[in-house]
């Protein structure tokens, strides 16, 4: 018995050292990520199913949240990495940008007339108008610009609300492009707004000053090497 438990006791601590060292290798262990609502449900999952194949062992923790909730996450060491729009003098991080992505206005069935295809500020602005808090100055700037007025009739917090009330027919909702994702809704008609001062820039994002794990290391990496052959394949598309 004495035998017995001593094989067991070596063997445990084997298993222990290799998990140690599958952790340390970045191909076991927990990746933890903040990130916004819209990028969570448009940009994440196909990244983390690339992952997933590469790195079957790693498990994820995962926060949604606005900009700010996002980027205290990684600020406090909750979260690795980020993924929001942040300023562009913030240096507390490293960070790598995606592509522009430009704002759709989601329309309710019966506001829609059928129309399909790009809409400008000037027209959209005959519409009753729902925006994000946070993007809403960027928008009226927009407008401002072309000398447009537009009647917002709400501001929220929460996009998925917005498109919510689109979805029941309250008014139009201004969102980015990738919040097409957060409900799903054969009632809506979203169309792209064609002003050039209207877009997000969100990043990739986390500490200067912390040590990355070697699991956050290759999610950084998997994510440049995507974000390249995307842009490659739109440069030659």
């Known amino acids: 018995q004495t035998r017995a438990r001593s094989e067991q006791i070596v063997n445990l601590l084997q298993l222990a050292k290799q998990e140690v060292r599958d952790i340390h290798d970045g191909i076991a262990g927990t990746l933890s990520i903040g990130t916004v609502a819209s990028s969570g449900a448009a940009f994440l999952p196909e990244r983390i199913r690339l992952y997933q194949t590469r790195y079957p062992l790693v498990n994820f923790q995962f926060w949604e949240g606005d900009t700010a909730m996002v ?126 001062d209207l877009f997000l820039q969100r990043s990739l994002f986390w500490l200067k000053q912390r040590e990355l794990s070697m699991a956050a290391k290759h999610f950084i990496e998997l994510v440049t090497v995507e974000e390249t052959a995307q842009l490659e394949r739109a440069e030659n598309g």
């Open 71 to 196: 980027s205290d996450l990684v600020q406090h060491g909750v979260a690795e990495l980020g993924i929001a729009r942040l300023k562009d003098h913030d240096d507390r991080y490293e960070r790598l940008i995606f592509p522009a992505e430009p704002f759709v206005a989601a329309f309710p069935e019966r506001l829609a007339d059928g129309a399909t295809g790009g809409i400008g500020l000037a027209e959209l602005a005959r519409y009753p108008l729902m925006v994000n808090r946070r993007n809403a100055p960027m928008f009226f700037d927009a407008c401002r610009k072309l000398d447009v007025h537009p009647r917002v009739i709400c501001e929220g917090n929460d996009v998925r609300t917005l498109l919510a009330w689109a979805d029941s027919g309250v008014g139009v909702a201004v969102v980015s492009r990738s919040a097409q994702h957060l409900i799903k809704s054969e009632r809506l008609v979203y169309r792209e707004i064609l002003a050039s």
